[in-house]
T-cell receptor, first 116, second 111 residues
Framework: AQTVTQSQPEMSVQEAETVTLSCTYD???????LFWYKQPPSRQMILVIR??????QNATENRFSVNFQKAAKSFSLKISDSQLGDTAMYFC?????????????FGTGTRLTIIP | NAGVTQTPKFRVLKTGQSMTLLCAQD?????MYWYRQDPGMGLRLIHY???????AKGEVPDGYNVSRLKKQNFLLGLESAAPSQTSVYFC??????????FGPGTRLTVL
């Protein structure tokens, strides 16, 4: 079974600064996907970024980028030029492709607060 | 294109009452999922469906039943609600081995 660990329950950073959220996972699979989801106070789960394990290049989406270290089973999220709207819970998640049985395994989340 | 919608958004039940949560998606996705989110924990999978007429158990299925009579709808039922089922429930769907899209969630309180 896969496990996902987020070791930082809470973080805070000044607006416009850069922050990195950590995530490690455990799996014996070689092909899988990793995700970062954002959950603002509205509770909506919003996809931030996705990484396919067979791709060596780190995914980027505007101010969001990941540092994917497959051998170390590490998947951190970097938020550059942080904005007040980035305040939210952030969940790291693992998915193994399995013909419909694509269950997401989530970490326990990191609560990020951007300070004005 | 509304994506994934959930009904209702909030509900309060008394212990022993029953209810059904409705999830609907308009993306023609085959796969649909029900998760629950409890404080201090990530989302945990309750049940899922790989297509119309199919359902399967996830990580925490006890106390819940599901049905997928139509491709676009996935229903989650609580036959006899218990306080331990107080949670936020999320539905999700995807069309393949890729990203899951989530509904807005339903906050359920069982007294």
């Amino acid at each position: 079974a896969q496990t996902v660990t987020q070791s930082q329950p809470e973080m805070s950073v000044q607006e416009a600064e850069t922050v990195t959220l950590s995530c490690t996972y455990d799996t014996s699979e070689s092909n899988y996907y990793l995700f970062w989801y954002k959950q603002p106070p509205s509770r909506q789960m919003i996809l931030v970024i996705r990484q396919e394990a067979y791709k060596q290049q780190n995914a980027t989406e505007n101010r969001f980028s990941v540092n994917f270290q497959k051998a170390a089973k590490s998947f951190s999220l970097k938020i550059s030029d942080s904005q007040l709207g980035d305040t939210a819970m952030y969940f790291c998640a693992f998915m193994k492709p399995n013909f419909g049985n694509e269950k997401l395994t989530f970490g326990t989340g990191t609560r990020l607060t951007i300070i004005p | 294109n509304a994506g994934v919608t959930q009904t209702p958004k909030f509900r309060v039940l008394k212990t022993g009452q029953s209810m059904t949560l409705l999830c609907a998606q308009d993306m023609n996705h085959e796969y649909m999922y029900w998760y629950r989110q409890d404080p201090g924990m990530g989302l945990r999978l309750i049940h899922y469906s790989v297509g119309e007429g199919t359902t399967a158990k996830g990580e925490v299925p006890d106390g819940y039943n599901v049905s997928r009579l139509k491709k676009q709808n996935f229903l989650l039922g609580l036959e006899s609600a218990a306080p331990s089922q107080t949670s936020v429930y999320f539905c999700a769907s995807n069309g393949g081995p890729d990203t899951q899209y989530f509904g807005p969630g339903t906050r359920l309180t069982v007294l």
